[in-house]
């Protein structure tokens, strides 16, 4: 792989601001960012409500770094928020705190979401995990970004960890997708001849009213309006480091391997984004569990196989990219299951969802002490 195609990595996630007494959210933001402001700069941000809070990191050369970031940002959150009799949890959703209940931040863009999207934006008590990947050359970036569309179910199978709406097991293991998917301009995009067609796409939004600025595009996977990145949207808030580290190192490895077929004249096949959509579906209901189309053959396979597919796909770029112990992580999480799992596992085991609080919070925190 060339200077140019270095394929850096960014992660930002969004964390729950826990009480531990209750296990409910509280609103706490203020404060983090009063007490923040030298520890983390810039890499701590607010979200639309107070209960949230945004780590982003660095510009990461490897997974190595990824995997460091993650627990540096994670140690340190965690502990400022200890320091304040508060806990931080990594999950999609709360298993049963209400969007009733939450302020929403008092920054005007924020007030104006709000007054934009009325009861759609006031329910998005939602938390993600965005995955960044460097892409200098900007027709570089769209064209892989048709590609990887195909790719995104499979990638949500594997961050699943919003099982619980308000108390109730709600049957989808992402239900942050669906109540994410409310908003206008969400979930698969179409795809793009050249970035000067998307450009044109995104001023006529702009210039029809539809957008005041390209960041309300908020697709499952989109190039991003300021970093030269591809930036992919559609995880859930991922709780355990491993797993973050494990997706990223997927997403990095898909998008050099898509780079590799580009130079040796070969594409992956195009697929309608409606057909995208049903696998989606099936991702977010059934996750690694369940089954998925193959519309190269037109049959469907379990979750398991195709994962084990993408695999094979990218194995031959993983030791140039110094990812294969990152992504071999992937087997782990098809064996023993991702975040929604272990929280259906252990509501069904003990029948208190705040077993399941205290269950996410020790899982965000293990091994970045």
Same mark, same amino acid.
């Given at each position: 792989m060339s200077d140019s195609e270095k394929l850096t990595i960014g992660i930002e996630e969004e964390y729950q601001i826990i009480d531990p007494e209750s296990r409910e959210l509280t609103s706490f933001i203020r404060e983090f960012l009063d007490q923040s402001a030298i520890l983390f700069r810039d890499q701590l941000q607010p979200e639309l409500l107070q209960s949230q809070v945004e780590?982003?990191?660095?510009?990461?050369?490897?997974?190595q770094d990824v995997s460091a970031e993650v627990?540096?940002?994670?140690?340190?959150?965690?502990?400022? @928020?200890?320091?304040?009799?508060?806990?931080?949890?990594?999950?999609g959703t709360h298993p049963f705190s209400s969007w009733e209940d939450q302020l929403v931040t008092d920054k005007d863009r924020y007030h104006g979401f709000i007054d934009s999207m009325q009861m759609v934006a006031k329910r998005l008590l939602i938390f993600g995990m965005h995955v960044h990947i460097g892409i200098e050359d900007r027709d570089l970036r769209i064209d892989i970004m048709n590609q990887m569309r195909y790719f995104m179910p499979h990638i949500l199978t594997l961050s699943t960890s919003s099982p619980f709406w308000r108390s109730e097991d709600t049957g989808f293991k992402s239900y942050r997708s669906i109540v994410f998917e409310d908003l206008p301009r969400t979930g698969t995009p179409e795809s793009f001849d050249s970035a000067s067609a998307y450009d044109q796409y995104v001023d006529t939004l702009?210039?029809?009213?539809?957008?005041?600025?390209?960041?309300?595009?908020?697709?499952?996977?989109?190039?991003?309006p300021t970093f030269p990145t591809l930036e992919f949207r559609i995880c859930d808030c991922t709780t355990k480091v491993e797993e973050v580290t494990a997706i990223a190192a997927v997403i990095q490895a898909l998008v050099a391997k898509l780079?590799?077929?580009?130079?040796?004249?070969?594409?992956?096949?195009?697929?309608? @984004?409606?057909?995208? @959509?049903?696998?989606?579906?099936? @991702?977010?209901?059934d996750g690694i569990n369940g089954k998925m189309i193959d519309f190269g053959e037109v049959i469907e396979l379990p979750v398991s196989d195709l994962m084990e597919e993408l695999l094979d796909i990218?194995?031959?770029?993983v030791d140039d990219l110094g990812s294969r112990e990152e992504v071999e992580y992937i087997r782990t999480i098809l064996k023993e299951g991702t975040s929604a799992d272990r929280q259906l596992k252990r509501y069904r085991e003990t029948g208190k969802i705040e077993d399941v609080v205290d269950m996410l919070i020790l899982e965000t925190i293990e091994g970045c002490n």
């Open positions: 780590v982003g990191s660095k510009v990461c050369k490897n997974i627990r540096r940002l994670r140690s340190m959150v965690c502990e400022l @928020a200890h320091e304040n009799n508060r806990s931080i949890l990594a999950a702009i210039n029809s009213g539809c957008i005041d600025e390209p960041t309300k595009i908020w697709w499952d996977i989109r190039p991003h780079i590799q077929l580009k130079k040796n004249n070969l594409t992956w096949r195009p697929y309608r @984004a409606g057909f995208i @959509a049903e696998n989606k579906w099936r @991702a977010t209901k990218i194995d031959d770029v």
